[in-house]
């Protein structure tokens, strides 16, 4: 089974703050997701990593970057936090050639102050 | 316009009835679609994929419009534990993404 995982289910930050979101897998997946979910708007993407050290902007990645050092772990980084960041965040996986079985981690409800 | 759009409902459902509900996609480039399940307060997980031709796995049944972009889902015998958001997802050709509906909520009742 895969399994994905986050380093916090909730988490409360002031604005201005950095902020880390860690997300692991176990399943020597290539590809990994940041995603924010909001009530009426879906899941949005907000940046996407193919490789180690590769990666690619979503649909939202204005307040947004990430580091992908090891294949396993991907981390989103909120370099200034606001209150507009406040959201469901949504880690996923998948391997290389199925970019669309996504493997989601339990998410981290931030809220920012 | 949205990528994709879901009535949101919530569709409110007797124990064994039968529900249905649609989304539509506004890609018509788009070639792969699924419907992934949210539990409250849980991840999305992937349900079943969607084939041209429709689909049944167990109690769900998908189907395809290509013509008037849209998908279905159809759950008989609802039982409690069906009580979900639905999430409607299509892939972006232009980018192999995928776009994400709003979901569909749907509470199957004792």
């Known amino acids: 089974d895969v399994k994905v995982t986050q380093s916090s289910r909730y988490l409360v930050k002031r604005t201005g703050e950095k902020v880390f979101l860690e997300c692991v897998q176990d399943?020597?997946?290539?590809?990994m997701f940041w995603y924010r979910q909001d009530p009426g708007l879906g899941l949005r993407l907000i940046y996407f990593?193919?490789?180690?050290?590769?990666?690619e902007k979503g649909d939202i990645p204005e307040g947004y970057s990430v580091s992908r050092e090891k294949k396993e772990r991907f981390s989103l980084i909120l370099e200034s936090a606001s209150t507009n960041q406040t959201s469901m965040y949504l880690c996923?996986?998948?391997?290389?050639?199925?970019?669309?079985?996504?493997?989601f981690g339990p998410g981290t409800r931030l809220t920012v102050l | 316009r949205k990528e994709v759009e879901q009535d949101p409902g919530p569709f409110n459902v007797p124990e064994g009835a039968t529900v249905a509900f649609n989304c539509t996609y506004s890609?018509?480039?788009?070639?792969?679609f699924f419907w992934y399940r949210q539990d409250c307060r849980k991840e999305p997980k992937l349900l079943m994929s969607?084939?041209?031709s429709g689909n049944e796995d167990g109690r769900f049944t998908a189907q395809l419009n290509r013509a008037s972009q849209y998908i279905s889902l159809l759950i008989r015998d609802s039982k409690l534990s069906d009580s979900a958001t639905y999430l409607c997802?299509?892939?972006?050709?232009?980018?192999?993404?995928?776009?994400f509906g709003a979901g569909t909520t749907v509470t199957v009742r004792a």
């Open positions: 399943m020597d997946h290539e590809n």
């Open positions: 997802v299509v892939n972006r050709p232009n980018d192999y993404k995928l776009s």
């Open positions: 990593s193919y490789d180690v050290k590769m990666k």
């Open positions: 969607v084939y041209s």
């Open positions: 996923a996986s998948s391997l290389a050639g199925d970019r669309d079985t996504q493997y």
């Open positions: 890609n018509s480039a788009s070639q792969s």
